[in-house]
């Protein structure tokens, strides 16, 4: 398969910087939403035809360049037992974590077999458009577990949890960490084409404390793919200067939050690895004419960096103008960004 996003992710020079965005299958969606008036979220997922559906809907729809697959990180919570709702308020669970039910969790591997039928199914429906798989990293997975009220946002059950009780976080971060790596080598397996960890809380703890504790899973994880020849893609959102510590050993590409900006990212990371990112999405709120300084801004750094995809600082916000993001991904298609 020859595709701008595979060439610039296994180090081949490209005329532009492909173009993807996290939390680009579904959310802003005129027709995605459409779809949410009939069907849950749940269902969406677990259904080969509509999580196909939803999947591709971004190529035609914005014209991304990889497509990324609609599930959800806490479905590997599902996996071991954990009741998994999906509310209007946001994901909870019935059962969250406490030290009473932590040693009756087991993982069933079978429940995450309708994910790899649909990733068999999106390949048979597009061959040529590179699938992305997922799954979220041990902590920000941890935090969720503990999550039984889907209106409280803190994570303070899941952080005191962590640091009380130190040798249950441990055993529990290990389980998710076993049956991550499972579940990345079923979706290589199955066909995905690059693989992405959503670290997205890595900042909620001292960047030292995730290096030392949690860094040595991720990267287990992000190895399993590697073993099966999949390139990754690893997003330790709020890492700040944590991110010198990102080598090769770790991850083919890394994944930038918006709060460093990309050219001193791209000084602290090691330039054997590739950077991400890393577009503010709440940008896509102002004025067409703002988004044309930010990306006029980018043609530098895009220009003497080969190794570099374009998406967001985090996902997509619910209520952003999709007509903005495919005007973002036109302007990185036909601009001329003086690659020799
Ligand atoms: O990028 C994509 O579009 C692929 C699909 C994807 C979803 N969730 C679909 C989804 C991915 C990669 C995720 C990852 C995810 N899920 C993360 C890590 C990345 C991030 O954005 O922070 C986290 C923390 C979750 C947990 C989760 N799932 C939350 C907090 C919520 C509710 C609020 C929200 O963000 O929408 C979900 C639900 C969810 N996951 C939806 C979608 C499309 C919303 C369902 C809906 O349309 O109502």
Redesign the pocket.
């Given at each position: 398969m020859s595709s701008i996003f595979l060439d610039t992710l296994s180090g081949n020079k490209t005329t532009r910087p492909p173009v993807w965005f996290?939390?680009?299958?579904?959310?802003i969606l005129p027709s995605y939403q459409k779809l949410?008036l009939k069907y849950s979220?749940h269902d969406m997922m677990k259904n080969k035809e509509l999580a196909s559906q939803v999947t591709l809907m971004p190529i035609d729809d914005l014209g991304v360049d990889a497509a990324?697959?609609?599930?959800?990180?806490?479905i590997i919570p599902e996996s071991i037992g954990m009741k998994l709702e999906?509310t209007d308020n946001?994901?909870k669970f019935h059962n969250p974590i406490s030290l009473n039910n932590i040693s009756s969790l087991s993982f069933d591997a079978t429940k995450l077999d309708y994910v790899y039928s649909n990733i068999k199914q999106i390949k048979s429906i597009n061959k040529k458009t590179p699938l992305i798989g997922?799954c979220?990293g041990p902590l920000?997975t941890f935090l969720?577990m503990f999550r039984g009220d889907e209106k409280d946002k803190s994570f303070n059950n899941a952080l005191k949890f962590f640091y009380s009780n130190k040798k249950e976080s441990v055993y529990l971060l290990e389980k998710l960490t076993e049956a991550s790596i499972e579940y990345v080598q079923g979706q290589a397996s199955s066909g995905i084409d690059c693989f992405q960890l959503?670290e997205?809380y890595c900042g909620i703890i001292p960047s030292e404390l995730y290096k030392k504790l949690i860094l040595p899973l991720s990267t287990k994880i992000l190895e399993a793919a590697k073993q099966k020849n999949v390139p990754t893609i690893f997003f330790p959102k709020n890492f700040n200067d944590g991110l010198r510590y990102i080598n090769k050993d770790i991850c083919d590409f890394v994944s930038i939050d918006w709060n460093l900006s990309i050219e001193y990212a791209r000084k602290i990371v090691d330039s054997k690895v590739g950077i991400q990112g890393n577009m503010n999405p709440r940008l896509f709120y102002s004025s067409y004419d703002d988004i044309d300084i930010y990306l006029n801004n980018l043609l530098k750094f895009g220009e003497h960096n080969d190794d570099w995809i374009f998406n967001l600082g985090?996902?997509f916000l619910?209520d952003i103008d999709y007509k903005k993001v495919k005007y973002v991904v036109q302007w990185i298609k036909e601009t001329n960004w003086n690659r020799n």
């Open positions: 996290m939390r680009q299958a579904g959310r949410k979220f990324i697959l609609f599930s959800d990180i806490l999906f946001g994901p997922f979220g920000t969720f959503f997205t985090h996902g619910p």
